[in-house]
């Protein structure tokens, strides 16, 4: 069985922060949809889930 859980995950660029203390657990068989208005963090916060992109604070264990 596997999953995601990603608890208070922070990214920055330099001094703004863009993703702010996500906590999101996807348990093994489950969707999970992301939905906001363009420039909100969507991309970079799936970036970060594939390893694309590394976090500035918090954890994901996958």
């Keep these: 069985m ?3 859980t990603l608890t208070d995950v ?3 660029y330099g ?3 863009v993703i702010h203390g996500v906590d999101l657990t996807v348990e093994d068989g489950e969707f999970c949809v992301f939905v ?3 420039g909100c963090g969507k991309s ?3 970036r970060m889930i594939a390893g694309l992109e590394e976090t500035t604070g918090g954890t994901m264990r996958i």
């Design 10 to 12: 922070i990214k920055k």
């Design 44 to 46: 970079t916060l799936l």
């Design 2 to 4: 596997t999953g995601v």
């Design 15 to 17: 001094e703004t922060q």
């Design 36 to 38: 906001g208005p363009s």
